[in-house]
């Protein structure tokens, strides 16, 4: 089925360690986002990018980096994971934000 | 900056019953707004969106929504649910990032449980 395909589903990391969550669409949308979500706090923005090339931060950047260097896809990377990063992430992506967004099952990582 | 505030964290009704999610915004300009669904152990869904026009909004699985520019409110109703229906509801309004491209900002979300 055409969507945002995330992977890995699930990932539990050491304290220091590095990783990098990868999203993928097909269909041919030129914004993609990545969100984090945690208990009682809702969707946060970490990270988005309008076109293919350029990125911007969001609410929560710190502690993360993002890659856009093909359009169909959008890395979001830990260089150094605490335990204040575990959470559900999300990669979304869009034609317009009229249109909504369509997003991907997420990615759920411990940091330990 | 434009906010989203959902007023009820849990929601807990019985199946049949109709429900009210509530969503207010604030925003000075013009807005798209939505409903996403998120289920279980899955990413969100879009329900339903205002862009323009008839404040009545028909979405997917039965639910609607009215926009209420006086009260800024975006409200989610079903007129009876299922147990189906239980599942995490976000409402988002679009917002103007710094570097002039769009996002949407969503809210806390409101857990709705359908008992039997």
């Known amino acids: 089925n055409a969507g945002v395909t995330q992977t890995p589903k699930f990932q539990v990391l050491k304290t220091g360690q590095s990783m990098t969550l990868q999203c993928a669409q097909d269909?041919?949308?030129?914004?993609m986002y990545w969100y984090r979500q945690d208990p009682g706090m809702g969707l946060r923005l970490i990270y988005y990018?309008?076109?293919?090339?350029?990125?911007d931060k969001g609410e929560v950047p710190d502690g993360y980096n993002v890659s856009r260097l093909k359009k169909q896809n959008f890395l979001l990377g830990l260089e150094s994971a605490a335990p204040s990063q575990t959470s559900v992430y999300f990669c979304?992506?869009?034609?317009?934000?009229?249109?909504?967004?369509?997003f991907g099952s997420g990615t759920r990582l411990t940091v330990v | 900056a434009q906010s989203v505030t959902q007023l009820d964290s849990q929601v807990p009704v019985f199946e049949e019953a109709p429900v009210e999610l509530r969503c207010n915004y604030s925003?000075?300009?013009?807005?798209?707004l939505f409903w996403y669904v998120q289920y279980p152990n899955q990413g969100l869904q879009l329900l339903l969106k205002?862009?323009?026009?008839?404040?009545l909004v028909k979405g997917i699985n039965g639910f609607e929504a009215e926009f209420n520019k006086s009260q800024t409110s975006f409200h989610l109703r079903k007129p009876s649910v299922h147990i189906s229906d239980t599942a995490e509801y976000f409402c988002?309004?679009?917002?103007?990032?710094?570097?002039?491209?769009?996002?949407?900002?969503f809210g806390k979300g409101t857990k709705l449980t359908v008992n039997p």
């Open positions: 205002y862009l323009s026009g008839s404040t």
């Open positions: 269909m041919n949308h030129n914004s």
């Open positions: 925003s000075s300009v013009s807005v798209y």
């Open positions: 988002a309004v679009s917002a103007r990032t710094q570097g002039g491209s769009e996002k949407l900002v």
């Open positions: 979304a992506s869009s034609t317009g934000v009229l249109y909504g967004y369509t």
């Open positions: 990018s309008a076109s293919e090339g350029t990125t």
